[in-house]
């Protein structure tokens, strides 16, 4: 994520990515070397090799291949161990470990919980959720929850407003009572049309009309209820969920 962060600093240049996990043995810091070298003959350049390699015997292998080696341990530990005045432990894997149990069943708490109330699916225990997701159908809702989930360990639910609880001028029933957790998207009509389309093309609930009516009837009723949104016309999903997280003062509990 770091290496690709810094990629985009040079839009002017096109980087073709590939990402090699698990490089844990010298066996394999060989392969990884002929592969970047045969990567730098096939496009005429060296390739920009970025590093997370713990052990010491595999990052030198690797180190040997014919690119711009730039190792991210290495950038940060040296100088933390020279102020922390200790060394490092080096341990590989110590940052995604599934030996972390409360994490990882958190993680997977959260996500279960979001696949089990998205799309307005189940409205039991919506009280439990840390944040409830509203929006016009295709706003990018599940796969928003999903994220804050996966990420941040964050019990995410979603409910969709249909054009009949637009028309209802309140709040549809299940969502009266869990007001302080909701957290409104909107979109671009021509962007949800674009997007309605590949679903469902040359239908109603594709036309650009449609699309219009319930973005303006959604917007009316969030404000209307106070309710916080945002517009993801134009925001990955990365940035969708980090917004909301810290305009809805959530909690993260997984880094």
């Known amino acids: 994520m770091l290496g690709r962060s810094l990629l985009t600093q040079f839009d002017a240049v096109t980087f073709d990515e590939h990402t090699l996990p698990f490089v844990d043995t010298v066996e394999k810091a060989r392969d990884v070397v002929a592969q970047i070298n045969r990567a730098g003959q096939s496009a005429g350049s060296r390739p920009l090799v970025f590093s997370t390699l713990v052990n010491a015997d595999v990052s030198a292998i690797v180190a040997t291949a014919n690119g ?119 979109i671009a009509p021509d962007r949800l049309q674009r997007i309605r389309s590949e679903r469902k093309p040359g239908s109603r609930y594709a036309q650009l009309s449609s699309c219009q009516r319930e973005v303006r009837e959604a917007e009316a009723l969030m404000r209307q209820e106070g309710i916080p949104y945002l517009d993801v016309s134009t925001k990955s999903i990365e940035e969708i969920a980090t917004t909301i997280l810290h305009r809805a003062n959530l909690v993260r509990h997984l880094y």
């Open 68 to 186: 711009l080696h730039l190792d991210l341990f290495d950038v940060f530990i040296a100088p933390m161990e020279e102020e922390l005045g200790v060394r490092s432990t080096h341990t590989v894997g110590r940052s995604h470990s599934v030996n972390d149990l409360m994490n990882y069943h958190r993680r997977i708490e959260a996500i279960n919980y979001s696949l089990s109330h998205d799309d307005g699916l189940s409205v039991r225990d919506l009280s439990d959720a840390d944040i409830i997701l509203i929006g016009v159908s295709r706003s990018g809702k599940t796969p928003t929850c999903l994220y804050l989930a996966l990420q941040f360990g964050i019990r995410a639910a979603n409910y969709p407003l249909l054009p009949e609880d637009l028309g209802a001028n309140g709040l549809p029933a299940p969502l009266k009572h869990v007001r302080p957790r909701l957290f409104g998207l909107t």
